[in-house]
């Protein structure tokens, strides 16, 4: 997973609210350096890394939220709301990881490296189960496309109206 980047500039001198944005830009640069998974649906480590990212800058905002512009408080809506469509997506990936390795024996992902230990304790399930399964894997495919179009139209509305420029500007003024 990818780890936070260190904050450069902290001052423990400074007030807390020079600290939490610097705190916040550098979350905020973070998240867009995995902005190109918005454009890949088959970029599954990407897009999980992106929701990371997300999430870290939400609780970032919301931890600071006392010393932050109140402009800021709306930028949680939006980041939650990411959050979910990017959980959705990882939620499809590791599923359908799992049906793959249960079904065709395919190597587990490493960005879905955790359904590895549940396919050694599942082992192989009866036919008729693998059969159901068969019939599922198709219906999460398609799913998950239509989650990632509804996290790609989000994130491109976001570009339109100039996100990551607004919170910058709100956040260093």
């Known amino acids: 997973m990818a780890k936070a980047q260190p904050v450069k500039g902290l001052d423990p001198c400074a007030p807390a609210a020079h600290n939490a944005r610097l705190i916040a830009l550098q979350r905020l640069e ?9 454009d890949d649906p088959r970029d599954t480590l990407h897009q999980h890394h992106l929701r990371i990212a997300v999430k870290r800058l939400r609780y970032t905002l919301e931890l600071f939220q ?9 930028v949680l809506a939006e980041l939650e709301q990411l959050q979910e469509e990017l959980g959705r997506l990882h939620d499809h990936d590791v599923l359908i990881a799992l049906l793959k390795g249960i079904l065709i024996g395919q190597d587990v992902a490493d960005e879905v490296a955790e359904t590895a230990s549940l396919l050694q304790a599942l082992g192989e399930p009866p036919p008729a189960v693998q059969e159901s399964l068969r019939h599922l894997l198709p219906r999460l495919l398609q799913e998950r496309e239509v989650h990632f179009f509804t996290f790609r139209q989000h994130w491109r509305e976001l570009e339109a109206r100039h996100f990551r420029q607004e919170l910058q500007a709100l956040l260093r003024s």
Not at 67 to 73: A, D, F, K, N, T
């Open 66 to 74: 006392e010393m932050l512009p109140q402009e800021c408080h709306a």
């Open 30 to 38: 973070e998240l867009y350096s995995w902005s190109q998974a918005a």
